[in-house]
Nanobody, 127 residues
Framework: QVHLVESGGGLVQAGDSLRLSCAVS????????MGWFRQAPGKELEIVGS????????YYEDSVKGRFAISRDNSQSTTYLQMNGLKAEDTAVYYC????????????????????WGQGTQVTVSS
């Protein structure tokens, strides 16, 4: 059974940093593209970023470029989302997602491209 478990969320002040973790079990982590998504209250789910199976390639949504960084440790089956310079508009539930790497695309940017999802972790940024 596949499990994705996010952790590290919380309440922070604007300008602070947080690092989210997503621990994965039940699949071959090193053969999966990982994505981070978020959903703010009253808004649709949106991509934050994605990382290739080997960690060499990343995609970031424009609003987080230069502030957020995605990494992964295949030996620990864990992916990370480092968030710096947090803003009130970053407040959302953050989800990690996994999708098998088919050898064609290095990352995926749409939520419907991912098969496995975590339960989410709340990030609240006060201004």
């Amino acid at each position: 059974q596949v499990h994705l478990v996010e952790s590290g969320g919380g309440l922070v002040q604007a300008g602070d940093s947080l690092r989210l973790s997503c621990a994965v079990s039940g699949l071959t982590f090193s053969r999966h593209i990982m994505g981070w998504f978020r959903q703010a209250p009253g808004k649709e789910l949106e991509i934050v970023g994605s990382i290739s199976w080997n960690g060499e390639n990343q995609y970031y949504e424009d609003s987080v470029k230069g502030r957020f960084a995605i990494s992964r440790d295949n030996s620990q089956s864990t992916t990370y989302l480092q968030m710096n310079g947090l803003k009130a508009e970053d407040t959302a539930v953050y989800y990690c997602a996994a999708q098998w790497y088919n050898g064609v695309y290095l990352y995926y940017t749409r939520s419907d491209e991912y098969e496995y999802w975590g339960q989410g972790t709340q990030v609240t940024v006060s201004s």
